[in-house]
């Protein structure tokens, strides 16, 4: 852990108080150039709707299925996006893309109410025996630069304080810190400086709500 994380996990135990980054990527900070070298036994997935999930090898359904945080038909028929890297018949790295106003759980539940422009990456997630391989920041890259061709002009995603390295992770790639969320371990939300000046709204729902996902 470095000195920065142990300050910050040092913070929370002292005054119950966790801080959330949110980050920001534009759509004029890509340079739409080749998203993982162009290797052939590389396979990128996009899924809108449930047939497209449904058309998917059971194996790499289930592996899927296994870290988007909620049933992965609810989230495609909810609106939302699920984004997929495959390799070798494999799926090595995915993440959800969700649009609107929806709910997470980190820091607390939470619901989140982005622009019409903008969506926002969350559950990224590469299998253990595949990190350190760039499989994660490839298809952040080609899920990112998809949307922008859609016409997309905003990127959000939420990053844990104490999460150096996926912070890191975000700012190498082009991402930039666009507010911070405050809240308390005990469930209050404290502040969100930064947020309302880029219309990203965040409110907190009462204790009865379902949360329905997390960030990265």
């Not at 290797?39 to 449930?50: L, M, S």
């Not at 982005?114 to 994660?136: D, N, Q």
């Not at 209050?188 to 729902?205: E, H, K």
């Amino acid at each position: 852990m470095t000195f920065e994380a142990s300050a910050l996990w040092l913070l929370k135990r002292l005054t119950g108080l966790q801080v959330h980054w949110l980050y920001e990527l534009r759509a004029a900070a890509t340079d739409g150039g080749s998203p993982h070298g162009g290797a052939p036994e590389v396979c990128y997935h996009q899924f809108r709707d449930v047939a497209g999930f449904d058309g998917l090898p059971e194996d790499q359904a289930r592996s899927i299925a296994g870290h988007t945080g909620r049933s992965p038909r609810r989230l495609l028929r909810e609106g939302g996006r699920i984004h997929a890297l495959e390799a070798g018949g494999r799926i090595v790295s995915q993440l959800n893309v969700q649009f609107g106003a929806f709910d997470v759980s980190t820091p607390i539940p939470l619901r989140f109410s982005l622009p019409a422009e903008a969506f926002f990456v969350s559950f990224l997630y590469t299998p253990e025996s595949e990190r350190g391989r760039g499989h994660a920041q490839a298809l952040v890259r080609h899920a990112c630069e998809t949307l922008f061709r859609e016409g997309y002009g905003r990127a959000y995603c939420h990053v844990r304080s104490t999460n150096i390295a996926s912070r890191r992770a975000f700012r190498r790639a082009g991402w930039r810190p666009a507010g911070i969320i405050v809240a308390t371990t005990s469930g209050r939300l404290v502040a969100t400086p930064g947020t309302r000046r880029r219309g990203f709204g965040v409110t907190r729902l009462k204790p009865a709500a379902e949360p329905s996902g997390s960030g990265p």
